[in-house]
């Protein structure tokens, strides 16, 4: 029997295997102490891919526009404009590591922002002068107007047993529906001015207070779904549903509990919008859902759940705005933009698969 | 499900993104002592350490403990189920079709572990349709037909034409209980 | 590498260029970005071509940059990162009136020349020029227009695009103010499409299913000029006048085939290049006119082909 002849391909392949083998002992050996097992998983992760991916972009950026794209102010309003983005994506981090989807997120935003602002202007008053108790009021309402939403989508999704997709489809229509309705189509205009201070204010002059409070809500998002039972469920459930149930865990409940989370969140972040714009924007936000959507997976989350980290969620959030950002900033076209953050999230989405299949294979 | 019967499903109920020691405590977590704990702060470390002495007791290897569970091999994946359902039963444990996708030496394993199981004084219930291998470990064999019991033997007492014979035509007698 | 070694090379030898021998008017390498409300649009295009044909004539460059949506929340994005560019002046037609107070502010503090071109903010004070045409004054226009046309009697719809754009709000301003003298028509609630012609269409035939005996409708901006007449066209309906707000290429062929009566065309171009005057003007240290108001032309079949209409037409490319 003769032997069959290598391909050019192949021999390429070996040979090259074979100058890297001393390099893959060692990384091997490293990686079974206990530090570099930690740098090992860290690594098999999205999110320190995309990460890199990140630093790459921003340093691209750098390097074409010096002294333009890593300024104190472009990061400062950089970060700014994902704040309100972030708070959403977190909540939707955890719909889709149940396996489920939120649609209606940006348009619960709108509602929460209009019922939130005419509570605040309740008889038709100017609330421009109004004090902090009113903008708490209005906090609150924002909060649970988010909260009823989400409690209504848990049950359909639960209870109904309707299709996430689908559920959240019709809430976002529902959603934006009333918004309108209650709204008369209008913005509403007139808030109280603390809430614009707030919306504009900066810790130590230099860290814009939305930013600081998009972040800790993510950390918060992070350690919950990492170290609690509550985020042990929420995987538990994306990465088998049925297995969840038979382990005696109420998973309706539970899922209950993750879309009224997202609502929630979606009303919070109605809160930071009214405090940045000063206006109920209600001509925006139609595509907030695609967009924390795209950074969810981007970040590493699996669209059937089971896999999910508010870290890489945090990075996928960031990789659109720097391109956003760093294109405007270079005056190339603008919809080149948006076909750069397409790119991406494929890209982003196919080396993940990558990574998946070739972990399966061991 | 309190009640110290459990179960090894024939598609295994794991959840394949969690490791090992989530997958044993599953819906049975330990949580930090005190305030954390009632917050909801799972505590891993104990639970790992349990999760390594019940697979060990059980003579199952994982060698990375916290890698998830879809990338260990068929039969560790069994014997993670069956380390679950072992580790929390005081009464019975139910196994339904346990070694249907595994090959040799998994097989032997997990008969092995069963053997385990019923002398830690848990009963087994294995249901299986491999008849060597319900002769190899059974003390008592009950055959289902049309889902009524049709024959109990002992099993020193049956062979294989016995229970065939009981299994299609529901004729047999009943051996010495 | 290549391309930053290519642009290097490049500046280099125009500066090289530039100062050898050259008796110049001005070397004045201003900067200057131009933020459309929206991109894409045929409005914002053709002002964009005015604006480029100026910059030339200056010697300025002009960076043009929009949002792809009519939406303050995506243009703060754009106006911050125009921001971080630093340019020398800005040009910007802000998508909202109170929301984009913020950022523009911070790029006038910023030390970057601001005029606004077509909208503005409610704050105009930190600007070198505002640039608009007579917004109410093309209302009226439009009313009279329409009046005359639906026989001085019947109901009329107007269809806006959001409250809180300065331009159209002050077309509706203009028109209903008009309407209060012809005592005959009836105008029905202004209805709002978010700028997308869709709805536009939603909304006319829907109007038209409810109110038959509807004689005339006005349209603020061309997406909406569009999708009201593909929704007539959807109702085969001839009976309907329609006055549309601005000329776009598509507004200008349906005005020909007698599907819209009337367009109250502004002249973007002429905006473009006084936008681009007034900030260079600025930068030169030169004074500048506060507010300038650019022309407005009722077109009919009758005129749309005379010469003197020509610069009144929208381009959707400046070829």
Redesign the interface.
């Known amino acids: 029997m003769t032997a069959v002849q290598p391909t050019r391909g192949q021999s390429i392949r070996s040979a090259v295997a074979v100058r890297l083998s001393p390099v893959v002992a060692r990384w091997n050996a490293f990686a079974q102490t206990r530090g570099g097992s930690v740098v090992a998983r860290m690594f098999s992760t999205n999110a320190a891919w995309i990460l890199l991916l990140l630093a790459f972009l921003m340093l691209l950026f750098n390097y074409l526009a010096p002294g333009k794209f890593l300024t104190e102010f472009n990061v400062r309003t950089m970060a700014t404009n994902v704040s309100v983005l972030l708070v959403i994506a977190v909540g939707e981090t955890f719909v889709m590591a149940t396996g489920g989807i939120d649609l209606s997120v940006g348009y619960v935003l709108l509602f929460s922002g209009v019922t939130s602002a005419q509570v605040m202007n309740w008889g038709g008053r100017d609330s421009t002068n109004y004090g902090w108790d009113i903008v708490l009021l209005g906090f609150i309402v924002a909060l649970g107007s988010g909260f009823a939403w989400g409690v209504l989508n848990g049950l359909i999704v639960a209870k109904a047993k309707v299709p996430a997709l689908i559920a959240t489809l019709g809430t976002l229509g529902m959603s934006w529906g009333l918004a309108e309705i209650l709204s008369n189509g209008q913005d509403l205009r007139y808030l109280p001015s603390i809430m614009g201070d707030m919306g504009a204010s900066r810790i130590i002059d230099k860290i814009p207070l939305v930013v600081i409070v998009a972040a800790i809500v993510a950390v918060i998002g992070s350690i919950i779904l990492s170290l609690t039972r509550f985020g042990r469920y929420t995987l538990a459930i994306g990465s088998n549903q049925e297995a969840a149930r038979r382990a005696g865990i109420n998973v309706d409940r539970h899922l209950i509990k993750v879309y009224a989370m997202s609502g929630t969140l979606a009303g919070f972040a109605a809160f930071m919008n009214l405090a940045i714009f000063t206006t109920t924007t209600i001509s925006g936000h139609a595509n907030d859902n695609l967009q924390a959507i795209a950074a969810v997976v981007i970040g590493g989350t699996s669209l059937v759940g089971g896999v999910a980290t508010i870290a890489g969620t945090t990075i996928g959030i960031c990789i659109p705005m720097v391109l956003f950002s760093g294109f405007t900033i270079l005056g190339l076209q603008s919809f080149w933009r948006d076909v750069a953050v397409g790119a991406v999230l494929i890209l982003a989405v196919y080396t993940d698969q990558l990574r998946r299949r070739r972990r399966e294979r061991h | 499900?309190r009640l110290g019967i459990e179960?090894v499903?024939q598609?295994?109920?794991?959840?394949?993104?969690?490791d090992g020691s989530?997958n044993l405590y599953?819906?049975?977590?330990i949580?930090q002592p005190g305030l954390l704990g009632k917050?909801?702060?799972?505590d891993?470390g104990t639970m790992r350490a349990g999760a390594r002495k019940a697979f060990g007791e059980l003579g199952v290897d994982l060698k990375n403990a916290?890698s998830a569970v879809?990338?260990l091999s068929g039969g560790q994946r069994q014997s993670v189920a069956v380390a679950r359902s072992v580790a929390w039963a005081s009464k019975v444990v139910f196994l339904d079709e346990p070694t249907a996708a595994l090959g040799v030496i998994q097989t032997a394993r997990v008969l092995e572990t069963v053997k385990r199981i019923r002398d830690r004084g848990v009963a087994a219930v294995l249901i299986s349709h491999n008849m060597r291998q319900v002769l190899e470990i059974a003390d008592r064999i009950e055959v289902l037909r049309l889902g009524r019991r049709v024959a109990r033997f002992a099993a020193k007492d049956a062979t294989i034409e016995l229970l065939v014979s009981a299994m299609t035509s529901g004729i047999a007698e009943e051996g010495a209980a | 590498m290549r391309i930053r070694t290519v642009t290097m090379l490049g500046l280099a030898l125009i500066t090289v260029a530039a100062c050898s021998g050259s008796t110049a008017t001005t070397a004045s390498n201003y900067k200057l970005t131009l933020i459309q409300g929206v991109a894409g649009d045929p409005f914002y295009v053709t002002m964009a071509c005015g604006a480029q044909a100026e910059a030339t004539k200056e010697g300025v460059t002009l960076n043009i940059t929009g949002g792809n949506k009519w939406d303050a929340t995506v243009q703060k994005p754009v106006i911050d990162s125009v921001t971080a560019a630093k340019p020398d002046g800005v040009m910007v037609a802000p998508d909202d009136s109170k929301a984009l107070l913020a950022p523009l502010k911070a790029m006038s503090d910023a030390g970057i020349k601001v005029t606004f071109v077509d909208t503005q903010l409610d704050d105009t004070s930190f600007a070198v020029s505002s640039i608009a045409t007579d917004n109410s004054g093309g209302g009226t226009l439009a009313a009279q227009t329409l009046a005359t046309l639906i026989g001085d009697k019947g109901s009329v719809l107007v269809v806006n695009v959001d409250p809180g754009i300065s331009t159209t709000d002050a077309r509706v301003q203009g028109f209903n103010d008009e309407m209060k003298k012809h005592p005959n028509i009836t105008v029905l609630d202004v209805q709002y499409t978010h700028d997308d012609p869709t709805a536009a269409t939603t909304i006319t035939t829907s109007i038209l299913a409810a109110h038959p005996d509807l004689a005339g409708v006005f349209a603020t901006n061309v997406q909406n000029a569009e999708g009201v007449a593909t929704g007539l066209k959807q109702a085969n309906n001839t009976v309907v006048k329609t006055i549309a707000f601005d000329a776009g290429p598509k507004q200008i062929e349906d005005l020909n085939a007698g599907i819209v009566q009337g367009l109250i065309a502004q002249d973007p171009y002429g905006i473009g290049v006084a936008g681009v005057q007034q900030t260079v003007l600025a930068l030169k240290g030169q004074a500048t006119t506060k507010t300038i108001q650019t022309s407005l032309a009722a077109l009919t079949k009758d005129n749309v082909n005379n010469a003197d209409m020509q610069k009144y037409l929208y381009k959707a490319t400046c070829s």
């Open positions: 499900m179960t499903y598609d295994l109920a794991l959840a394949p993104d969690l989530a599953l819906g049975r977590e949580m917050l909801g702060f799972l891993n916290q879809a990338n």
